[in-house]
């Protein structure tokens, strides 16, 4: 436990320090965001007025020290664009990334854990060479332009869907999800072919030990022996990948929310780099980080659940 | 993953063929196009392939074939930097932590976790935040992403190495430190480099077309597969082959590298 | 009769030439019964058990002959009926202790299984049992093993985990598969000594195969010596110990160490 303790705190920690340097490295960068908001042609009286209005003219420890105290009570300023406090700006778009990044992650493990035990039940046959290549070619396949054929086949082609036409969660969670089907596949195709070759080798390598065995000699059918025996088992090695998988379908949903013209935390960031909207974009990475860092903490509890005996070990 | 083919090396021969149906073309892109990049013309707008236009034009009338060609070359050499950049600069900072151990070693390592545990594709996008867009900024902005991953593996086998015999006797014979890094031990990394500089040459490929597509990578009027890709997206119904083109060089590229990965010259030494 | 095999071939595919490692194996054993089957490794020993539990179904095995178990033809029934006999009619432990217990499960999990799938049954019946076949194969403190993992236990009390397990049905035939050769001495002899209850108790026929010839003469009626696929010798275990008619089973007899024999 005290382990667990340890791990959040030094969390926290991590998400600190991630604060620290991101804000930091926005303060040093050459160029001033009142000149950026008002073009070259302003009059210094002009700029000088806005950049008290921003706050700029305050040294910057201050404002460092100001910006810190007010992120821990989840106040990260002021938009230099939209003229409105970040922590509204961001504040319904944050859960759309967040649930296509799970519902992704749900789709990446359901796929290659159904896919893995399907192809290694059949190991060594034509259709397990054939899914081998298959799953080969899909982890080559960048994510947007899983998006585009997906787009170009279900979308276009097929007409299961209305490419653009997403509805919010306020207003129709059953069509929301129903289209977030689509980018959550996109981004989870690659990711679970990887997944899924990891997987594979796992349950290859566990089918031979001597427990599965014992677990034929009981009375198990193939299914039950690769579910209930050699699943989890298969799986220890390929819970680090998961984690890594995690935190990188986060990146996968902002650039997926481009190709389907998803309102999450993508677009605002990317207006934001290009405006020069520092606070904006110092929230994104804050609230980012935390993400990464929760995902990382929860695989630490996953990979506890899922082998025992790394708790006697400690 | 079982090699399914005893002798030859399949993943060796496809990986090869696929990395060099795309990077020869890429490489003569940097010399030479069959036209001009940025020739538009009007009368030619979303033609489909012919004879003169193989892969057909783009919404500006610009020949597809040319500017797949452009932006594979500009792919390529944005993925040779940064896995230079990367490589170098992560060795380096691998082999003296994981060497000499120590506090020094302790703090880097946990800045580097925490880096490492960011998506490199974040990482390069506050980069690109910070520095800006364009060819040298993304090149820099990927490279310094991409160090973490290196120093990782290379430190790993540093610290390794450090107990190891050879490197005892080494450093008994009166090798220097500087010696039993770089002339002892390094040559010993070198296959676990190998590896990771061909997955580090990958990632960088498919973040440079990342960061493209979102339109803080390279930018216009440069030609670059992640940019042509953002581009298609409106003409997807009418003309898919301009999604296609630069697609599926991407998935080419990086298919056969990545098999060349997997092969025996890589995986058995 | 329990059990019946008869011209059992069993041949392997996996190499360019086919590899034959049991050749015309028979065998009869009644209910209640303890046989034992000695010989060196690789003598095919361990193969014609497997194939006996109906746990050599590799597609690269070939095998020709009839195991008949109470009627069912084992290499022949469908593998629903043969999956119905399995953990419940015929059990099997194992060599390994170490490694035949799935490291991730809580040993009363596992030793529920073969009850799990076998019996009808709710959570807590299948727990009072399991805890009274824990305590059946002599562990202290049942309750607590029923909640450790298998690397909390030693080799010998994860061997006594897997005869419970195998144990939890009362099947009629258990083949135990060189299950002392793994652990020290003492266990060994304690182990032997479980077998021997529970053969008296449950009337369990056991097929006892070792290559401990002295701990086969202890606990086995009758015996069959095996080398390179071939059964060379069979009969009662006390005439073959006193008058072996193969060389091969002389020396067998030779190689125990006489302290043990005295």
């Known amino acids: 436990m005290t382990n667990i303790l340890k791990k959040i705190l030094s969390s926290l920690l991590t998400i600190l320090v991630v604060a620290c340097l991101v804000f930091l490295a926005f303060a040093v960068i050459p160029g001033d965001p009142a000149v950026a908001k008002l073009g070259t042609q302003a009059t210094p009286d002009k700029l000088n007025a806005l950049r008290h209005e921003m706050g700029l003219d305050i040294p910057l420890m201050k404002r460092f020290a100001t910006w810190i105290a007010g992120v821990i009570h989840g106040d990260f300023g002021n938009s230099y664009s939209y003229s409105m406090p970040v922590s509204k700006l961001i504040a319904d778009k944050l859960p759309v990334t967040i649930i296509l990044t799970l519902y992704s992650f749900v789709i990446m493990i359901v796929l290659s854990v159904s896919v893995a035990i399907f192809a290694a039940r059949k190991e060594n046959s034509g259709l397990d060479r054939f899914i081998q290549i298959l799953t080969q070619v899909i982890m080559s396949i960048p994510p947007f332009f899983g998006g585009i054929i997906i787009t170009l086949i279900f979308g276009l082609g097929l007409r299961l869907f209305a490419p653009g036409g997403y509805v919010s969660y306020g207003i129709n969670m059953f069509k929301f999800l129903g289209y977030m089907f689509w980018p959550a596949l996109a981004i989870a195709l690659p990711k679970g072919a990887m997944a899924f070759s990891l997987l594979y080798s796992g349950l290859v390598t566990e089918r031979k030990k001597d427990y599965a065995r014992t677990a034929y000699s009981r009375g198990n059918s193939t299914k039950d022996v690769f579910y209930k025996h050699l699943l989890r088992n298969a799986c220890i090695p390929v819970v680090t990948f998961f984690g890594m998988a995690l935190a990188d379908m986060i990146a996968g949903s902002i650039v997926i929310e481009q190709v389907f013209g998803i309102p999450g935390l993508g677009r605002i960031l990317l207006t934001s780099i290009q405006n020069r909207d520092y606070p904006v974009v110092e929230a994104i990475i804050v609230c980012i980080a935390i993400l990464v860092t929760v995902s990382n903490l929860l695989v630490d509890v996953l990979y506890r659940v899922i082998d025992p005996r790394t708790v006697i070990s400690e | 993953m079982k090699n399914k083919f005893k002798n030859k090396d399949f993943n060796l021969i496809v990986g090869l063929i696929l990395a060099a149906v795309v990077i020869i073309p890429a490489v003569v892109g940097i010399f030479w196009t069959p036209y001009d990049t940025e020739a538009m013309s009007s009368s030619l707008k979303l033609s489909g392939s012919s004879l003169a236009h193989p892969m057909g034009c783009d919404n500006f009338g610009r020949d597809i074939l040319s500017r797949v060609m452009s932006g594979s070359s500009t792919t390529l050499l944005i993925g040779l930097g940064t896995v230079l950049i990367g490589a170098v600069a992560g060795t380096l900072i691998g082999a003296l932590t994981g060497y000499y151990g120590g506090l020094v070693d302790d703090i880097f390592m946990r800045f580097n976790d925490v880096m490492f545990s960011f998506p490199s594709l974040l990482l390069a996008l506050v980069f690109v935040a910070v520095m800006g867009s364009g060819r040298m900024q993304l090149l820099f902005a990927l490279g310094i992403a991409f160090i973490p991953s290196y120093v990782r593996i290379v430190r790993a086998e540093y610290v390794r190495a450090r107990n190891l015999d050879y490197v005892k006797s080494a450093k008994l014979a009166g090798a220097s430190d500087i010696r039993v890094m770089f002339v002892h031990i390094l040559p010993n990394t070198v296959k676990v480099l190998i590896n990771s500089v061909l997955i580090g040459f990958n990632n960088a490929v498919l973040a440079e077309a990342g960061l493209s597509f979102l339109g803080i990578g390279v930018q216009p009027p440069d030609a670059s597969l992640g940019r042509m890709l953002a581009d298609s997206q409106t003409y997807l119904f009418n003309r898919p082959g301009m999604a296609v083109a630069p697609g599926i060089t991407l998935i080419v590229m990086v298919l056969g590298i990545s098999l060349l990965g997997k092969s025996k010259l890589v995986t058995e030494r | ?262």
Request: aromatic residues 4%; hydrophobic residues 40%.
């Open chain 3, 1 to 262: 009769m329990l059990l019946h095999v008869e011209d059992l071939n069993i041949e392997f595919h996996d190499h360019i030439v086919p590899e034959t490692v049991v050749y015309d194996f028979d065998l009869d054993m009644n209910e209640g019964e303890i046989v034992g089957l000695v010989g060196e490794s690789g003598s095919g020993k361990s193969m014609s058990a497997l194939a006996i539990a109906g746990l050599l179904s590799r597609h690269d095995a070939k095998k020709r002959g009839h195991i008949v178990f109470e009627g069912v033809d084992i290499l022949e029934c469908p593998r629903e009926t043969l999956r119905g006999l399995q953990g419940d009619e015929i059990s099997m432990i194992f060599q390994e202790p170490m490694t035949s217990l799935n490291p991730v499960k809580k040993i009363g999990w596992q030793v529920e299984e073969a009850m799990r799938i076998h019996k009808k049954s709710t959570p807590e019946e299948r727990k009072i049992r399991a805890i009274e076949v824990l305590k059946h194969v002599d562990l202290d403190d049942p309750e607590r093993v029923y909640n450790s993992y298998p690397h909390q236990l030693s080799g010998g009390m994860r061997q006594r985990v897997m005869i419970a397990a195998a144990m939890i049905n009362t099947p009629k035939l258990l083949i135990a598969d060189e299950p002392t050769t793994a652990l020290d001495v003492t266990v060994q002899a304690e182990i032997v000594k479980l077998l021997k209850d529970i053969n008296k108790k449950h009337n369990t026929a056991i097929l006892f195969i070792s290559h401990d010839l002295s701990l086969v003469r202890q606990l086995c009626k009758r015996v069959l010596v095996m080398k390179g696929g071939y059964v060379v010798e069979s009969g009662l275990t006390e005439e073959i110990f006193n008058s072996p008619r193969e060389e091969y089973t002389k020396h067998l007899i030779d190689s125990i160490p006489k302290v043990v024999l005295n």
